[in-house]
């Protein structure tokens, strides 16, 4: 239903240089390095997966791109326990993870330059944010190398 209302936005917008495709999140159906940015409203905070979420928004940025996405986040001191005590308050707030998971999950899948701003209290605790971020502007990303990527399984763990 989304995508066939996107359609017609679309069409009724008279937009000509608009491609919509149905994908999921952890899984976009576009190659590797062929996207200038990548925006989001507030939906990473529903993936059950989101160290594959920043992985594949890496794989999808062009070297030099960026990303800038609205998203609940969680202050640090904030449980997975309370966040999902919460969640009854503001949808999305269970799925939510801090503003240092957040950053530590960006820059474990590669991102540079990750600025985390607060916008808004939902409850306490519980912020909407702008998060911005970029990929490498050389032409291959290095490697995520092995505290990273402890960091990346690690952040699985505690947010999903």
């Known amino acids: 239903e989304m995508l066939a209302l996107a359609f017609k936005n679309r069409d009724e917008a008279g937009a000509r240089n608009v491609e919509l495709l149905k994908g999921f999140i952890e899984q976009v159906p576009l190659p590797a390095n062929t996207v200038d940015v990548v925006i989001s409203n507030c939906v990473i905070n529903l ?3 989101k160290p594959q979420v920043f992985a594949e928004m890496h794989r999808v940025l062009r070297p030099g791109g960026r990303l800038g996405i609205s998203d609940v986040v969680a202050d640090n001191d904030v449980t997975s326990e309370q966040r999902a005590e919460r969640g009854t308050y503001v949808g999305c707030i269970a799925g939510a993870l801090s503003f240092e ?7 474990a899948a590669g991102f540079e330059n990750v600025v985390i701003t607060a916008t808004a209290e939902y409850v306490s605790g519980m912020h909407s944010a702008i998060i911005k971020a970029t990929k490498s502007s050389s032409p291959v990303a290095a490697p995520i190398d092995a505290s990273a990527a402890r960091e990346l399984s690690d952040l699985q763990k505690s947010c999903c």
């Open 47 to 49: 993936s059950t997966d």
């Open 101 to 107: 998971e957040y950053e530590a999950g960006l820059r």
